[in-house]
């Protein structure tokens, strides 16, 4: 992390106000941590101010302290973004502080597995909420900055998954939402095309995440006053390292999960004028994985 700091702020003080996104204002949702919290820094690093969002309020100091000591400029906005006010909280901040808004980065999520047979209704309502309404509700929230013909580099990018291309076990709730994402995305795409918005869906396949990482290592998030356990059950371990490796990553032809830096490099491309005329498209970012 120190090394990726030391990045951004020589970066900055030598770009004087130029990269990929100079000058523009990024809203990342989830970027206390993980993937959004690569994103938020990967974006600093091509000149764009950050509003850092999660529900953990002391993550999002952190990389607001993180990013402004290296010379960046970024706030934060902690909160749950399936609650009501959320919207409007994040996109008064944003404007209030900067007066516009260029990209939204919908990547707040988790899972909350169970095979379809045993989900709770609970189960499958919160993980739409998150995934499907809050995105909905936080770009309709921005319409007013982005419904506007001034040539300015806007786009949104929403979140999906394999699970949502190609349906997962024990995930019915999950793979339905990240499907949805998709519709949503192409809906925008065409709504708010003639405005010069760009609306792009990334569908990850294994990154390497707490979402991710092993069940058993105890991650978990308090979801109505319940613990909902975060990660995958560990399989026995495989016999020698290459063995592990090809049972693994075994429908990865890469033969390796992607790591957070790399799923947030695809944000970047969304967002920046590398994709100017991409829009409706969903980039998968799998490795290989389902070709």
Do not use: C
């Not at 996109?91 to 989900?119: E, P, R």
């Not at 792009?200 to 990482?213: D, K």
Request: net charge positive; aromatic share 6%.
């Amino acid at each position: 992390m120190a090394d990726r700091l030391a990045k951004i702020s020589g970066h900055l003080s030598n770009t004087h106000g130029r990269g990929l996104l100079a000058g523009e204002v990024a809203i990342i949702t989830g970027s206390g941590q993980g993937i959004g919290r690569s994103a938020a820094l990967l974006f600093v690093q091509e000149g764009a101010k950050v509003v850092i969002t999660d529900i953990d309020a002391k993550k999002v100091d952190t990389v607001v302290d993180e990013i402004t000591k290296a010379g960046g400029e970024a706030i934060g906005v902690a909160g749950d973004v399936a609650a009501d006010d959320f919207p409007k909280r994040i996109v008064d901040a944003t404007i209030q502080k900067w007066g516009k808004i260029n990209h939204i980065v919908n990547n707040a999520g988790f899972t909350y597995d169970k095979m379809l047979h045993t989900m709770p209704d609970d189960a499958y309502d919160i993980i739409m909420k998150v995934h499907v309404r809050a995105p909905f509700r936080l770009v309709r929230a921005a319409a007013p900055y982005y419904r506007v013909k001034d040539g300015a580099n806007r786009t949104i990018t929403n979140v999906s998954s394999t699970s949502g291309l190609h349906g997962n076990v024990g995930q019915a709730n999950y793979a339905a939402a990240k499907a949805a994402v998709v519709g949503l995305t192409k809906t925008i795409a065409k709504e708010w095309g003639p405005f010069g918005v760009r609306a792009n869906t990334i569908a990850f396949g294994l990154v390497h995440t707490r979402l991710t990482a092993s069940k058993e290592a105890g991650a978990a998030i308090e979801i109505d006053g319940k613990k909902v356990s975060l990660g995958i059950p560990t399989k026995p371990a495989a016999p020698t390292a290459t063995a592990n490796e090809v049972t693994a990553y075994a429908e990865i032809p890469l033969r390796r999960g992607a790591t957070a830096d790399e799923a947030a490099a695809a944000m970047l491309f969304l967002s920046s004028p590398l994709s100017s005329y991409v829009s409706g498209h969903t980039l998968e970012v799998t490795g290989g994985r389902g070709i």
